[in-house]
């Protein structure tokens, strides 16, 4: 893990030690971080021990914040606000602006790291043209996990790959014809995974990166039980316990422009119509059985009323999951020098979001007396990122060891799922219909 000069951190020392840095991470408190996000999933693909081998592309970061689209007339704003506002936007636009201004005042190195970007334009635009080369790609990508991810991918062959220190691909490990949907890399490294839709086709097979550790489950969310059976089985061979100290999920609030861009073959990920549809989306995923007593849940939220309701509210996931919020993360998207991308105040489009972090109550501790709906206590910390492609945010691995989240297990290596997953981390499992979608080999280029 690399260390940091004085010029681009200063970082104070938690409980947890210093030694926990990572390079993602560019400046930090014990309430503040600035983050790299291409860096931090680069980061969390590979052994903490060793850098980034390869970029991960990305976009041109925003020099400017994006124009205010909000409504003109003060009818209009007073409508907009009885819908979307909160009791606690003054509240994160204080601790926002707080943040920002301790990192004005204490880091003095850049914003970001250098990015290996996908279009040579100062900005992509919003929406891609549909003879955009980079949309082609993605959509051929998405494509193809839509396929693997369906009950109707038996055709589809594959293949282990070692991989040696200049990324070349060395001899096959297996080839089998059988496609199962989860995979596991036992190995200390990362392995190449040669997807072909036919055994004399692998010459021109998919190929994706599969860090050491990482096991996942490609396939929808809303098929639980074959999931709880790949966990049960992988668990079964590694003499592990199927449930997991930490679980994250960003699930698929449903987004106005997002299913826009559906209707027209344009969306790079997929949304519920209604917040109703991701609540029994969720309760039907059971994970209350996935979660260990006392174990931390942390579930990114949009900014609407509604859907926090629906985490927080009585009879909510949490009050369901006997889960207690104990940390809320703002996550704040900046431009290039420090600006939020939209304005503090907007209601229509605000420039962060916000991760609930609870961990679920032990039932058999009859010394924890604990009042599951008081959040008078919650921790609340900003996290700052320079935004990157259009709803990737950052992986939360290196925040969880620099805030010391963790589950109060006695277990040395924590077990961690993610839910909803576009990307792999190094040694946990992830799950979801696009779980392969930044691990492939297109969407990285190898350092010089």
Sequence with gaps: MGELSDKQSNTSALSSGPSLLSSCILYSTDRVALIDIPTSIAEAQQSSSRHPISSLVSCNPRTTPYPNHEPKSEAARSKLRQKMATEHDDLYAQLISSSLATIRQNHTG??????????????????RKFNDPASDTESARDDLLHQLSSDTTCSYTFRWRHMDDQQRAAEPLLETSSWPKYLYNPSDDARMLDIGVSSTSMDTAASFCIPPGAAFYLGDCSKSRSFHLAVKHVAEQLDTTRQFDVIVMDPPWPNASVRRTEKSGRSAYQVSPTVWDVRQLIFE?????????????????????????LVLGEDGLFDSWDVRLEEEWLWIKTTTEGEPVSSMDALWRKPYEVLLVGRKHDPRRSDQHVNLADTSKVERRVIVGVADL????????????????????????????????????????????QVLKFNHTDCWQSKS
């Design 285 to 309: 995923m059971d994970i209350d059985v996935l979660l260990a007593n006392q174990g931390v849940i942390a579930i990114w939220i949009t900014n609407k009323p509604a859907v926090r309701d």
């Design 390 to 433: 259009h709803s990737r945010k950052p992986c939360l691995k290196s925040l969880f060891r620099r805030f010391a989240i963790s589950a109060t297990s006695t277990s040395t290596k924590q077990r961690i799922l993610e839910c909803f997953a576009r990307y792999l981390v190094s040694g946990w499992w992830s799950w979801g219909n």
């Design 110 to 127: 850049p914003w970001l790291l250098p990015r290996t970007v996908i279009s040579q334009a100062e900005h992509l635009p919003p929406k």
